[in-house]
């Protein structure tokens, strides 16, 4: 089978990721991806004889048009048995119709949008409309399934789940610590927007200062500058925290993940989150809350804990816990490497996907055979 797929250059270690672990199956594989990405892709990938890179104007441009009807006449002249595309992005939209001739997989991340998510806004909603020109959607969870199936009405059969891999890019940019770790690490990292209730996290701190000493919680990540302000002014104890409000390097990330103690994600609303990827890829063990997919990728006490959304109290008291319980950490980390391994593995998702591509091609979850 002849397989092409589009990158926007969004979700961009995921994607990548996903690629690298198809381009060794059975199927003929032609990526199309945004030279802006050529180094970062053809690095993880191997090797760039299956990609053919494109330039993409900026998102407001209106030049826009002009390049995707030139990629989607290149996709045309190659006859493909299936499109895959990597994500939702505007300008596609317009040229839906005429790729929708093959069968179209759209791999789906954020079937809602994030409260006090700007850069989520910027998108509008209007994509729904063109849900009827997509053959076959993935996911990355069953609350996103069920939200597809639910708020968007698209049929159960169209919609295949498939687990987010190892976010394991960064381990190459791991060097040896330039001194001995002297507390104990409770790491926030990622975008710094409303919905990902960092202020919960810094009230919890208030708990544990009361039971546990010498902590440091890390928060590392940009974000909008209002929430941030916000947030800062809750720290009381200022001396227990360190915020890094910037661009944070692959260098920077490996460091802060091989330091951390615990991740937590305190997100009060949410569909899945990289983050606990990158994590596991660092076999640490993280703190989530029970909103979205996020719940589906904790085995709770066993690679982590699950909270309640908008309790400091459940957050400090699962920190409390790990931070009392060195023995279970190690015992998380090991099960996190087993997981690793199984249904975390890249080479499995690929093998999953590559059934998926074959399925659809010969009809099978058209008739509800598959899933």
């Given at each position: 089978m002849r397989?092409?797929?589009?990158h926007?250059?969004?979700?961009?270690d995921?994607?990548?990721?996903?690629i690298?672990?198809l381009?060794?199956k059975q199927?003929e594989?032609?990526?199309?991806?945004p030279?802006?990405?050529r180094?970062?892709l053809?690095?993880?990938?191997?090797?760039d004889?299956?990609?053919?890179?494109?330039e993409?104007?900026?998102?407001?441009s209106?030049?826009n048009?002009?390049?995707?009807?030139?990629l989607?006449?290149?996709?045309k002249?190659l006859?493909?048995d299936?499109?895959h595309?990597?994500e939702?992005?505007p300008?596609?939209h317009?040229?839906?119709?005429?790729?929708?001739?093959?069968?179209?997989v759209l791999?789906l991340?954020?079937?809602?949008k994030?409260?006090?998510d700007?850069?989520?806004?910027?998108?509008?909603?209007?994509h729904?409309?063109?849900?009827?020109y997509?053959?076959?959607?993935i996911?990355?969870?069953k609350?996103?399934k069920?939200?597809?199936?639910?708020?968007?009405?698209?049929?159960q059969?169209k919609?295949?789940?498939?687990?987010h891999?190892i976010?394991?890019s960064y381990l190459?940019?791991?060097?040896?610590?330039?001194?001995?770790k002297?507390?104990?690490?409770?790491?926030?990292?990622?975008?710094?927007?409303?919905?990902?209730g960092?202020?919960?996290?810094?009230?919890a701190?208030?708990?544990?200062s009361?039971?546990?000493?010498?902590?440091?919680?890390?928060i590392?990540?940009?974000?909008?500058?209002?929430y941030v302000r916000?947030i800062?002014k809750?720290?009381r104890n200022k001396?227990?925290?360190?915020l890094?409000?910037?661009?944070?390097?692959?260098e920077?990330?490996a460091a802060?993940?091989r330091?951390?103690?615990?991740?937590v994600?305190p997100y009060?609303?949410a569909?899945?989150?990289?983050v606990?990827?990158?994590?596991?890829?660092?076999?640490?063990?993280?703190?989530?809350?029970n909103?979205?997919?996020l719940?589906?990728y904790?085995?709770?006490?066993?690679?982590?804990?699950?909270v309640?959304?908008?309790?400091?109290q459940?957050?400090?008291e699962?920190?409390t816990e790990?931070y009392?319980?060195?023995?279970?950490?190690?015992e998380?980390?090991n099960?996190?490497?087993?997981?690793?391994?199984?249904?975390?593995?890249?080479?499995k998702i690929g093998d999953?996907?590559?059934?998926?591509?074959k399925?659809?091609?010969?009809?099978?979850?058209?008739?509800g055979i598959?899933?």
């Amino acid at each position: 089978m002849r397989i092409v797929i589009i990158h926007f250059g969004g979700v961009e270690d995921y994607s990548n990721l996903f690629i690298k672990s198809l381009l060794n199956k059975q199927n003929e594989i032609i990526v199309f991806a945004p030279s802006k990405i050529r180094i970062n892709l053809i690095k993880t990938a191997g090797n760039d004889s299956n990609i053919r890179f494109y330039e993409k104007p900026r998102m407001r441009s209106l030049k826009n048009i002009l390049t995707f009807s030139q990629l989607v006449h290149n996709i045309k002249d190659l006859k493909p048995d299936i499109i895959h595309m990597m994500e939702l992005y505007p300008w596609i939209h317009l040229f839906l119709k005429q790729l929708s001739q093959f069968p179209v997989v759209l791999t789906l991340h954020d079937p809602v949008k994030h409260s006090g998510d700007i850069e989520s806004k910027i998108v509008p909603e209007f994509h729904k409309r063109f849900f009827k020109y997509i053959s076959h959607f993935i996911v990355l969870g069953k609350t996103m399934k069920d939200n597809l199936v639910n708020e968007h009405h698209v049929p159960q059969f169209k919609i295949s789940i498939l687990p987010h891999g190892i976010i394991d890019s960064y381990l190459e940019y791991v060097q040896p610590p330039e001194k001995p770790k002297d507390s104990f690490n409770i790491l926030f990292f990622g975008r710094l927007y409303k919905y990902k209730g960092v202020e919960y996290l810094i009230k919890a701190e208030e708990i544990l200062s009361k039971s546990i000493k010498n902590y440091k919680i890390i928060i590392a990540g940009r974000g909008n500058r209002h929430y941030v302000r916000e947030i800062e002014k809750l720290m009381r104890n200022k001396n227990n925290f360190m915020l890094m409000n910037t661009y944070i390097s692959n260098e920077q990330t490996a460091a802060l993940f091989r330091d951390a103690d615990v991740v937590v994600l305190p997100y009060i609303d949410a569909t899945l989150s990289g983050v606990t990827m990158v994590s596991y890829s660092f076999n640490v063990p993280v703190i989530v809350t029970n909103v979205g997919s996020l719940p589906e990728y904790v085995e709770n006490r066993k690679t982590g804990t699950v909270v309640p959304a908008k309790s400091s109290q459940a957050i400090a008291e699962a920190i409390t816990e790990m931070y009392n319980n060195p023995e279970l950490r190690k015992e998380m980390s090991n099960n996190i490497r087993q997981l690793n391994l199984s249904t975390f593995s890249w080479e499995k998702i690929g093998d999953r996907m590559h059934n998926i591509y074959k399925a659809l091609g010969v009809g099978l979850i058209e008739h509800g055979i598959l899933n």
